[in-house]
Nanobody, 129 residues
């Protein structure tokens, strides 16, 4: 059973940067070998949406269009941690950001549906205008 814990969310001004972290653990946890990891977000009054994902090896990434060129997902498998570097933040990036980990090997577009794996509790990111 994988447990995920996000951190790094806070209030930041438009144009600022944040780095979110997601650490994985668990009672029977033996590492995230072959797990895809991703970030999703949910703004007030909206459904949860996909943000970014990264393969187990880190050589394949996938982003939603609104964050391409501004956000970068990365992972450190030795630390069982995935990161989301967010630059040039905009008010529309305001949301609770959730980490996901899944044993998944299909298309990125299907993973982005959010139908797979385990979730963290979320971390709040607020971008002021």
């Amino acid at each position: 059973q994988v447990q995920l814990s996000e951190s790094g969310g806070e209030l930041v001004q438009t144009g600022g940067s944040l780095r979110l972290s997601c650490a994985a653990s668990g009672r029977t946890f033996s590492g995230l070998v072959n797990y895809v990891q991703g970030w999703f977000r949910q703004a007030p009054g909206k459904e949860r949406e996909f943000v970014a994902a990264i393969s187990w090896t880190g050589d394949s990434t996938y982003y939603t269009a609104p964050v391409k060129g501004r956000f970068t997902i990365s992972r450190d498998n030795a630390k069982n941690t995935v990161y989301l570097q967010m630059n040039s933040l905009k008010p529309e990036d305001t949301a609770v950001y959730y980490c996901n980990a899944a044993q998944y090997s299909g298309r990125w577009s299907e993973y982005a549906s959010g139908s797979f794996g385990s979730w963290g509790q979320g971390t709040q990111v607020t971008v002021s205008s």
